[in-house]
T-cell receptor, first 113, second 109 residues
């Protein structure tokens, strides 16, 4: 079955630590996205990538970093520079940038202790 | 700029209808609609492209009024499974989606 997986489902971080959230897709999609969702809010775009080895900042990129070394994988690192990282993080992919539906992974809930 | 969704919340009895609106201050290229259950990922419902088309998905349909820069989602004869938060995502021809704040829908028996 094709889909998007994210791990871990829950993540706890101490202040000052960097953590990396995994996102893998086997849909053969070129475009991938990371969103942040705060309680009761909509989705805000952190980073996106339209092709391997290329990625662009979204609306709230400060304190985050990404890589896209393989088509299937788009990991997100939440750095210690992100002052308020507690949130629900969603990864998505689409066939191409701006084309077709975006399909979402199950999400990672990050809590800073 | 974030799209404006209205209403922010709505409570229905099973079998009732609802309309959710999404409007933008910018010209629209396409509109996406998603439904999210609590604690889960958003699930794609439908895309509407420029041209005023109307699409349907079971008893859920949507329209896209390019001139008014808005889209409406119509839920007919609502079922318990329709409960969740509905988001519109707007593409203003920059290839990125900007999501609205969501409309919380609760369907009661």
């Amino acid at each position: 079955d094709g889909g998007i997986t994210q791990s871990p489902k829950y993540l706890f971080r101490k202040e000052g630590q960097n953590v990396t959230l995994s996102c893998e897709q086997n849909l053969n999609h070129d475009a991938m996205y990371w969103y942040r969702q705060d309680p009761g809010q909509g989705l805000r775009l952190i980073y996106y990538s339209q092709i391997v080895n290329d990625f662009q900042k979204g609306d709230i990129a400060e304190g985050y970093s990404v890589s896209r070394e393989k088509k299937e994988s788009f990991p997100l690192t939440v750095t210690s520079a992100q002052k308020n990282p507690t949130a629900f993080y969603l990864c998505a992919s689409s066939i191409a940038l701006g084309q077709g539906a975006q399909y979402f992974g199950p999400g990672t809930r990050l809590t800073v202790l | 700029q974030q799209p404006v969704q209205s209403p922010q919340a709505v409570i229905l009895r099973e079998g009732e209808d609802a309309v959710i609106n999404c409007s933008s201050s910018k010209a629209l290229y396409s509109v996406h609609w998603y439904r999210q259950k609590h604690g889960e990922a958003p699930v794609f419902l439908m895309i509407l492209l420029k041209g005023g088309e109307q699409k349907g998905h079971d008893k859920i349909s949507a329209s896209f009024n390019e001139k008014k820069q808005q889209s409406s989602l119509y839920l007919t004869a609502s079922q318990l499974s329709y409960s969740g938060t509905y988001f519109c995502g707007l593409n203003n021809a920059g290839n990125m989606l900007t999501f609205g704040g969501g409309t919380r829908l609760m369907v009661k028996p």
